[in-house]
């Protein structure tokens, strides 16, 4: 007989797979646990193998089945995803529904407006977005879940291609009284006594952190938060300095409390911010449309975002 399962099922499997457990897949997929559990003892039965070894209350990991299978169903998903982009383009109109995830430290300062504009031009596409960390962009993007991500250029997999739009230096953000506020240049080395505030976020604190221990220092870390604005109102009101690569469009925190800006010296890396994708959807209209339109936007207000700017053209 046939084996027989879905797409559906597929994606529960590599959710599963990539969260370590149940509840933690359920709340990616936004379904209950009882129909990932189901879905996943399913393929279990059709496919007669065992995909999963159930940890009690540690959570799930795969059998060596299950890895070689998970492989085939991330292939499955992207190429499903392909296909449907494909009858898209085929249709010969830019007007079908489009995810869109963005980094969550500056999804409030590009994507709304960034919409605006695409929508303004082909108001018939239905775009939905998410925000989300680079861990859960890439997850979500390898599950087809989100068809591209406006992120940055951290920690990128060899399955996604990323296309660099801007280059963001890094910043370090200070409230008017610190003693480093009025310097034209900040060294990590100038840095390392003072408190620090830490944007906790996958891959984006590694990246900040890296600074210090690229010269063998350790920055004093004071206090740490997932939220950017959270984070710019503790710098403002003295809690510590912190690092940041988007600039705010005004020098002020959420509760009205001014801040200054200053760039971080000793040829700290920039990250770029760009738009993330899988291979499978390079060849759709509708994305090379929206990765058009985004490169131009970004290029119009890359001096309002920040004290960098756009990438030259052969980026």
Same mark, same amino acid.
């Given at each position: 007989?046939?084996?027989?399962?879905?797409?559906?099922?597929?994606?529960?499997?590599?959710?599963?797979?990539?969260?370590?457990?149940?509840?933690?897949?359920?709340?990616?997929?936004?379904?209950?646990?009882?129909?990932?559990?189901?879905?996943?003892?399913?393929?279990?039965?059709?496919?007669?193998?065992?995909?999963?070894?159930?940890?009690?209350?540690?959570?799930?990991?795969?059998?060596?089945?299950?890895?070689?299978?998970?492989?085939?169903?991330?292939?499955?998903?992207?190429?499903?995803?392909?296909?449907?982009?494909?009858?898209?383009?085929?249709?010969?109109?830019?007007?079908?529904?489009?995810?869109?995830?963005?980094?969550?430290?500056?999804?409030?300062?590009?994507?709304?407006?960034?919409?605006?504009? $695409? /929508? +303004?031009?082909?108001?018939?596409?239905? !775009?939905?977005?998410?925000?989300? %960390?680079? @861990?859960? =962009?890439? &997850? *979500?993007?390898?599950?087809?879940?989100?068809?591209?991500?406006?992120?940055?250029?951290?920690?990128?997999?060899?399955?996604?291609?990323?296309?660099?739009?801007?280059?963001?230096?890094?910043?370090?953000?200070?409230?008017?009284?610190?003693?480093?506020?009025?310097?034209?240049?900040?060294?990590?080395?100038?840095?390392?006594?003072?408190?620090?505030?830490?944007?906790?976020?996958?891959?984006?604190?590694?990246?900040?952190?890296?600074? $210090? /221990? +690229?010269?063998?220092?350790?920055?004093? !870390?004071?206090?740490?938060?997932? %939220?950017? @604005?959270? =984070?710019? &109102? *503790?710098?403002?009101?003295?809690?510590?300095?912190?690092?940041?690569?988007?600039?705010?469009?005004?020098?002020?925190?959420?509760?009205?409390?001014?801040?200054?800006?200053?760039?971080?010296?000793?040829?700290?890396?920039?990250?770029?911010?760009?738009?993330?994708?899988?291979?499978?959807?390079?060849?759709?209209?509708?994305?090379?449309?929206?990765?058009?339109?985004?490169?131009?936007?970004?290029?119009?207000?890359?001096?309002?975002?920040?004290?960098?700017?756009?990438?030259?053209?052969?980026?």
């Amino acid at each position: 007989m046939p084996v027989r399962y879905t797409l559906r099922q597929l994606e529960y499997l590599v959710a599963v797979g990539e969260a370590g457990s149940i509840v933690a897949a359920a709340q990616q997929v936004n379904v209950s646990p009882p129909s990932i559990s189901a879905g996943v003892s399913h393929l279990e039965e059709e496919l007669g193998v065992q995909l999963f070894v159930r940890h009690h209350a540690q959570g799930l990991t795969p059998t060596l089945a299950g890895r070689k299978l998970l492989e085939h169903a991330r292939m499955v998903l992207r190429e499903a995803a392909a296909l449907r982009d494909l009858a898209r383009e085929l249709s010969g109109s830019i007007r079908w529904p489009l995810a869109i995830g963005c980094m969550t430290t500056f999804a409030h300062a590009v994507l709304p407006a960034l919409r605006r504009s $695409f /929508a +303004d031009e082909y108001p018939e596409v239905r !775009i939905s977005q998410v925000e989300a %960390d680079q @861990a859960e =962009l890439i &997850s *979500l993007l390898r599950q087809a879940r989100i068809d591209l991500a406006l992120t940055y250029d951290l920690d990128l997999p060899g399955d996604l291609r990323f296309f660099p739009m801007m280059e963001l230096p890094p910043l370090v953000a200070l409230n008017e009284g610190h003693p480093l506020a009025q310097h034209a240049e900040i060294s990590v080395e100038d840095l390392a006594p003072h408190p620090m505030v830490l944007l906790d976020l996958p891959l984006s604190a590694d990246y900040f952190l890296s600074f $210090f /221990a +690229d010269r063998g220092l350790r920055p004093n !870390i004071a206090e740490r938060t997932r %939220d950017m @604005a959270v =984070l710019r &109102s *503790l710098v403002a009101n003295g809690f510590g300095y912190s690092i940041v690569n988007l600039r705010p469009l005004n020098d002020v925190a959420p509760d009205g409390r001014p801040l200054r800006f200053v760039p971080l010296g000793g040829n700290a890396r920039a990250m770029k911010m760009g738009m993330l994708v899988s291979t499978a959807v390079e060849r759709s209209q509708l994305h090379r449309t929206f990765l058009a339109s985004a490169s131009e936007w970004v290029r119009r207000n890359s001096h309002r975002l920040s004290g960098g700017g756009p990438l030259p053209e052969e980026a």
